[in-house]
């Protein structure tokens, strides 16, 4: 129970009968030569009024208070989803009614402020609401919620604040309302791709579909020629038959494995925004994984640093459900990563060609592991290396120089980046794939890199 606004402005003017009547006292006190006796003993008027004040609000509040009986009577449920995309509002709704079994009650109308106890990784919008739930009736709230952390998410109470009748005092009711969900990857990027998934809309999510030639491609199927087939694509002897020009239709090579190596050391607990570069390699890595798949791809997940956890190259829609099974509960831990020992481990579980994609965070200091490992994986496999970076260094070059630390701060940045170049410069002459980015932009690199790698023949 706690007063309401109405119940602070009535003892307000309560207290200022109150104080009023001290201060005419006071006055009499002055007037009768300082003798107390006869200015306690008198009965004022506003003595009379402030007695008479206090005794209607007790009255008031016991009223008030009998209007809030029977509200056990309130049944309350959540509708969520069972699974929710990472840092993406979506829709919760909450369901008040009255007792079924006391549909014929005489329980009053009533304006109710509704709380829903969430966690401290959530945010929320639109609440607290304000709803009214009619006599024998239902009522309705909207809200919508986000999660900042992937993993499970538990629900449980739901509070109410109801005012009496009267409105001089709220109760609060908390009802027992459990709801659980599976925070998962954004996985609303992959639905976006869907609707882009045309040729000439995959531009504009920054993908690039380039012109397919050379060899190393399958063939598909024999039309007619189009503005822009080369001469090579003209099957001369279709064209002799059918009197008109036809053209063959290559495909990309089908039944290939492309396997992403993710770590979740300490590295990748680095935060640009909202979200850790391990989330954002995660969204990276489901796009690309469902695009792969789409090519007529297998796809595999290896997971190392903190947790280890090896999904092998898999066909099909269910490959991405079981890549969001296997890590939506997974968080980046505060430990290093051996990148030599996820090498030696993917090298013994999967020795058939593939496309090895490293996601990491990985600094010049790493340089002798980094490189020992890829030359594992060269063994078998070829080699994608995509090192992410942090905004501030972006933002540290590009800022301006307006004093001698400026000046420090962007030539030290500046090195740093240099050395990172260096690196991936070493690491492309010994025949891997380098890829500098960012978390933002980390999706499109590794879809136009994946679509580079097929049309080039490499893999």
């Not at 602070?8 to 201060?23: E, H, I, K, P, T």
């Amino acid at each position: 129970m706690k007063f309401t606004r109405l119940s602070f402005y009535y003892l307000s003017l309560w207290f200022l009968v109150a104080l009023s009547d001290g201060l005419w006292r006071l006055w009499d006190f002055f007037i009768l030569e300082s003798r107390f006796d006869p200015i306690l003993s008198q009965q004022t008027v506003l003595a009379n009024i402030w007695m008479f004040m206090a005794v209607i609000f007790i009255a008031l509040l016991v009223v008030d208070r009998s209007t809030l009986l029977g509200l056990d009577r309130l049944k309350v449920s959540r509708k969520i989803a069972s699974t929710l995309p990472v840092n993406s509002f979506c829709d919760v709704e909450i369901t008040i009614v009255h007792d079924t079994q006391e549909r014929n009650s005489n329980l009053r109308s009533l304006n109710i402020e509704v709380f829903d106890h969430l966690p401290d990784s959530c945010d929320v919008k639109g609440l607290p609401a304000q709803v009214q739930l009619q006599k024998n009736t239902q009522a309705t709230v909207k809200y919508q919620i986000k999660s900042l952390e992937r993993g499970p998410l538990e629900l449980d109470r739901v509070e109410l604040w109801i005012p009496g009748l009267l409105g001089f005092i709220n109760k609060r009711i908390e009802i027992s309302c459990p709801s659980f969900s599976k925070v998962y990857p954004n996985f609303r990027s992959i639905h976006n791709y869907v609707l882009l998934a045309t040729e000439q809309r995959t531009r504009q999510l920054g993908i690039r579909q380039r012109q397919k030639r050379g060899a190393g491609l399958d063939f598909h199927q024999l039309r007619e020629y189009r503005m822009g087939d080369s001469l090579r694509q003209i099957d001369w002897r279709s064209t002799s038959r059918l009197r008109k020009i036809i053209s063959k239709e290559y495909q990309q090579e089908r039944d290939q494995n492309i396997i992403f190596l993710l770590d979740s050391g300490r590295r990748m607990r680095t935060k640009d925004g909202e979200l850790s570069h391990f989330d954002q390699a995660l969204n990276a890595t489901l796009l690309v994984s469902h695009i792969a798949l789409k090519q007529g791809d297998a796809v595999g997940l290896k997971v190392f640093g903190a947790a280890h956890r090896f999904i092998p190259p898999k066909k099909g829609p269910s490959t991405i459900s079981a890549m969001l099974n296997q890590v939506y509960d997974l968080q980046p831990e505060n430990k290093a990563s051996d990148l030599i020992r996820a090498a030696e481990e993917l090298n013994r579980s999967f020795k058939k060609r593939s496309l090895v994609v490293l996601v990491s965070n990985i600094r010049t200091e790493d340089k002798a592991e980094l490189v020992s490992a890829v030359k594992m994986l060269k063994k078998h496999h070829l080699v994608l290396v995509t090192n992410l970076k942090e905004q501030a260094l972006e933002d540290s070059v590009n800022s301006d120089i307006l004093t001698i630390h400026d000046a420090l701060k962007h030539a030290q940045t500046a090195d740093y980046l240099q050395q990172r170049d260096k690196l991936h410069q070493s690491l492309t002459h010994s025949g891997v794939i380098a890829v500098d980015s960012l978390p933002t932009h980390l999706a499109i690199n590794l879809a136009n890199q994946y679509f580079d790698i097929k049309r080039s023949g490499r893999l």
